[in-house]
């Protein structure tokens, strides 16, 4: 379980948020939503701890994570798969290296077997013609789908996907949502969701964490969202031009 | 105010690079791609900086000491001298401060702005073990042996244009050379280039790892990586001359 608690974070003399807490459990999906630049990405990157607040905690089964070692952080963090936004797949190799890194440098498979892992992957993102393929070959969906099979290699508790979504074409974003639900289904992954996409919300999040006015606005389940009266969420939803 | 940060941040990144130097396992692959590319593939380079630096001080100094007497030998005797103790370091780590330097800038940068740095992390990694480290130690292996190959390409270009020109002979040239060779000025050449290499990897390193922005905030970088380095090249050129010698 995730706790986070008053969090607060500036930029200089820019407040991104402050008082921000909430709970994320175990196996949950949550959907991280909020306008752009309200500081939803900068929130999830709190969670590892690739960045630190100015104040507050986040207590992940009851340690917090600001306050652990550098080796025990690294520990802690290798509990997590990142999606990040766009991809960050190490150019230098290509999409099998890329997938097969974490097992190079975290565990003492075989070759045989990294390799066999790493094609299981590549199929469950529908990509095993890809691996062999150099990462400037791929378009940004397969890219998206790579990262995936990457950060979920060593079958994580947590996986933060920041706009898994966002600039792919409607069919590719329902297949990258497609493999969000199944991961969280099939390895019971606890899944924290960046998005604005309020379709894609409605697919695979249960809770909904809404940020706005520099602060937590909202915080509640997908079911709760749509009755909501808070007029700032309803707002934004609609302004999405979907109807709840 | 900001500068005495960047300082401290400077120093917190070699801090934690020389925590990580036990973590073998994680930049041992890394540090092999690096050695390559530092060393071997700025050979060419370093050959050609060294031979034209040897041709023309041989060809200027023969030059000077046209107009008074002094054996010829004296031409073999300064060339090889100021390569070993000064410009064989010097104008190498000059000329890698912008091959090697803005490389790495470059490479770190974009890693940085394209979240590939983040990746690293995120997954467990020491990034600075992965990343700094290896860059950092293949300078402090390579510049020295460069160091070498450059002397040696200069003293063998001074002697090929002193042959050319008509200046002096090669006999006299090496007659010079081994008159006034002392080992210590090579030793001094050595840990020259030893400082540079870290100089311009360090600084690189620090440049690359903490850009901030797009494409114009890599630029940025590289530019000051590329700059920074020439500039405590010389502040240590001049450190080196004034504590060792």
């Known amino acids: 379980m995730i706790q986070i608690q008053n969090l607060k974070k500036s930029f200089g003399d820019n407040l991104v948020w402050e008082n921000v807490s909430f709970d994320i459990h175990e196996g949950e999906t949550i959907a991280i939503i909020g306008r752009s630049g309200c500081g939803k990405s900068v929130l999830v990157k709190h969670l590892n701890a690739l960045i630190y607040p100015d104040e507050g905690n986040v207590i992940i089964d009851g340690k917090n994570i600001f306050e652990l070692e550098y080796v025990e952080l690294r520990k802690m963090r290798q509990r997590f798969g990142v999606l990040f936004q766009g991809s960050a797949l190490f150019d230098s190799i290509n999409t099998f290296e890329n997938i097969a890194f974490p097992l190079r440098y975290f565990t003492k498979k075989e070759d045989e077997q990294i390799r066999e892992e790493v094609m299981k992957a590549l199929q469950m993102v529908n990509l095993e013609d890809a691996a062999e393929k150099s990462i400037a070959e791929l378009s940004g969906g397969m890219r998206r789908r790579i990262a995936l099979a990457r950060a979920t290699i060593l079958t994580p508790d947590y996986l933060i996907y920041d706009e898994p979504t966002s600039g792919l074409d409607p069919q590719t974003s329902d297949e990258i949502n497609e493999l969000i639900i199944n991961l969280a289904k099939n390895m019971n992954i606890t899944s924290i969701v960046v998005t604005h996409d309020i379709h894609s919300v409605l697919e695979i999040a249960e809770t909904v964490a809404f940020l706005d006015n520099k602060k937590l606005c909202w915080h509640g389940t997908v079911e709760e969202m749509r009755q909501s009266d808070n007029k700032l969420l309803r707002d934004f939803v609609t302004a999405s031009e979907y109807k709840i | ?141 390579m510049f020295p042996i460069l160091y070498i190959v450059a002397s040696v390409s200069g003293i063998g270009g001074g002697l090929v244009a002193g042959i050319l020109s008509g200046a002096l002979p090669a006999s006299e040239f090496m007659l010079g050379a081994r008159q006034f060779f002392f080992p210590w000025d090579v030793t001094f050449g050595f840990l020259k280039s030893f400082v540079f290499g870290f100089v311009i990897t360090s600084i690189s390193c620090f440049k690359g790892y903490f850009v901030k922005g797009g494409a114009e905030g890599v630029g940025k970088g590289t530019t000051q990586a590329t700059v920074l380095s020439c500039i405590y090249v010389l502040l240590a050129d001049f450190v080196l001359a004034a504590v060792v010698l």
């Open chain 2, 1 to 141: 105010m900001e500068a005495l940060q960047k300082i401290g941040q400077y120093g917190l990144l070699l801090y934690r690079a020389l925590r990580s130097l036990y973590e073998f396992r994680t930049y041992r692959q890394n540090l092999l791609n690096e050695l390559v590319k530092i060393g071997y593939e700025s050979v060419p380079i370093v050959i050609l900086t060294g031979v034209f630096t040897g041709a023309v001080m041989t060809l200027q100094t023969s030059y000077q000491l046209d107009i008074v007497y002094v054996p010829r030998s004296v031409i073999g005797s300064i060339v090889s001298q100021s390569l070993l103790i000064e410009l064989s370091a010097v104008i190498t780590s000059l000329v890698l401060a912008g091959k090697v330097g803005a490389r790495i800038a470059t490479e770190l940068g974009t890693m940085r702005v394209s979240e590939q740095i983040d990746a690293l992390e995120s997954m467990g990694f020491n990034s600075v073990s992965f990343l700094v480290v290896p860059r950092v130690l293949s300078g402090l292996i």
